[in-house]
């Protein structure tokens, strides 16, 4: 018998309809696999990038991008400015990443705006042709973002964002190019120690599998057993670099991918003329408000944001309970804005605190007195004589004069340090222009 045939559109019309049924239970399909540019970005100006990240980087052609702080440069441990303006002449990017690397959402607005913009104006008065910015910790609003973009930047990076093993689990393998916000450049997590070279390259297959894109890699140290975290091998670098050169992945510099003009630069608002919280009543996590807590070398110690006043209801005390070399202090602040007092070059200043504590006679107990220079940088400039003797109850005033302020000075921070095994307390500091 004959059967009859069903027609053609019909079945067709069927056949659609229930793949359009079954299309929901198939899962996503991933992006097509795509090119990925690689930019290796440094943090922080440390001094290993010069002497050990870019030999690596010269043995394979590769241009990398360094963010520096500004206010760093020339200190022990960082990059010098020769040295920023020498990875510049040979085709390296240096770029922004505040004076003095804060942790800019904890700021205000002012200063937020000194530290992104007054870093990036320190950095092209050195001949420096920087356009793009990192924030400190990866900490970042929108209200930041906004400030990096006034200041003439025209790309800030974030730390994180991209899928890392262990986190961020959903989120983006790589950037687009151009980003979609080029202020908030998204990266995989930093460089630690842990992070092995089959990580690095799973950073570039990954994105390479899900559509390509680009995929800054950042990295602070450079060294063997400088840093418990934050760093990486020259070999594990060597390794990655050569991995890359074989494979001909693109390496390239931030500029390079995000493109645009060198802008003007933009000073941040004129800092406050005057010593700020200076009965230390005000504080920000136990830290008195505009201070900070200072020191150097190896000793033990502990900080107090005691009760135990001069006036008011707060004061600042350590104790070094064992000792080697160095000190601990309380310092007004260091930074680019409205903490630290501005100076004026060619004139003396009479600072003072008051004081008492228990350390041994005739320990070097004096006012150390730090200026900021017109880069942003800060140095130690001057001590009181002779040293301050204990006191173990009764609060002392410890006051002297400076000499004039060299030219080029902008702003004072001073403190009292204590230099051996004992304990301190400072509470109402003072200042005047003489």
């Known amino acids: 018998m004959n059967r009859r045939q069903l027609p053609l559109v019909p079945l067709l019309t069927l056949l659609a309809a229930l793949a359009a049924l079954l299309l929901p239970l198939a899962p996503a399909a991933h992006a097509a696999p795509g090119p990925v540019t690689v930019s290796l970005t440094f943090d922080d100006g440390s001094a290993d990038h010069y002497s050990a990240a870019l030999p690596i980087l ?11 702080n500004s206010g760093r440069l020339g200190a022990s441990g960082y990059l010098t400015a020769a040295q920023v303006q020498q990875l510049q002449s040979e085709g390296h990017e240096i770029a922004g990443h505040t004076v003095t690397h804060a942790r800019l959402p904890d700021l205000s607005p002012d200063d937020q705006r ?33 400030y990096v973009a006034d200041c003439g ?18 989120c983006p393998y790589a950037n687009t190019v151009p980003p979609t916000n080029p202020y908030a450049v998204r990266t995989n997590d930093s460089v630690t120690t842990s992070t092995t070279l089959a990580t690095l390259q799973s950073y570039v297959t990954q994105a390479e599998a899900n559509g390509g894109g680009w995929v800054p890699i950042v990295v602070h140290h450079v060294c063997n057993g400088c840093d418990p975290t934050y760093a990486t091998t020259p070999a594990i670098l060597d390794s990655f670099l050569d991995w890359l050169a074989a494979r001909g992945t693109a390496v390239a510099t931030v500029d390079a991918v995000i493109g645009g ?49 001069h006036t008011g209801s707060r004061a600042e005390r350590v104790d070094i309970a064992a000792y080697t070399d160095g000190d601990r202090k309380l310092v007004t602040r260091q930074d680019s804005g409205t903490c ?52 173990p109850s009764a609060w002392q005033h410890g006051v002297f004069t400076t000499p004039s302020a060299p030219s080029g000075s902008t702003a004072i921070s001073f403190g009292l340090s204590l230099p051996a095994a004992g304990n301190a307390t400072v509470d109402d500091f003072s200042l005047v222009q003489n």
């Open 261 to 309: 003009p060198l802008q003007p630069g933009v000073p941040g608002p004129a800092p406050g003329p005057t010593l700020q919280n200076p009965s230390l009543e005000a504080s920000t996590s136990g830290v008195p408000t505009c201070f900070q807590l200072g020191g150097y070398g190896t000793n033990t110690y502990a900080w107090t944001y005691t009760t135990d006043a």
């Open 58 to 68: 010269d043995d394979h052609g590769m241009k990398a991008t360094f963010y520096v």
């Open 153 to 170: 930047y025209n790309s800030a990076r974030d730390v994180g964002g991209l899928v890392t093993p262990g986190s961020c689990g959903g």
């Open 340 to 391: 630290a007092p501005t100076v004026t070059a060619g004139h003396t200043y009479t600072v003072g605190l008051w004081y008492k504590g228990t350390w041994p006679a005739g320990t070097p107990v004096k006012i150390s007195a730090y200026l900021r220079n017109a880069a942003g940088t800060w140095s130690y400039w001057t001590s009181s004589s002779p040293p301050y003797a204990p006191s």
């Open 114 to 146: 000194r530290e992104i913009c007054n870093d990036r104006v320190a950095l092209l008065n050195l001949g420096l042709t920087v356009k793009n910015f990192a924030y400190p910790f990866g900490a970042d609003t929108a209200a930041t973002q906004g």
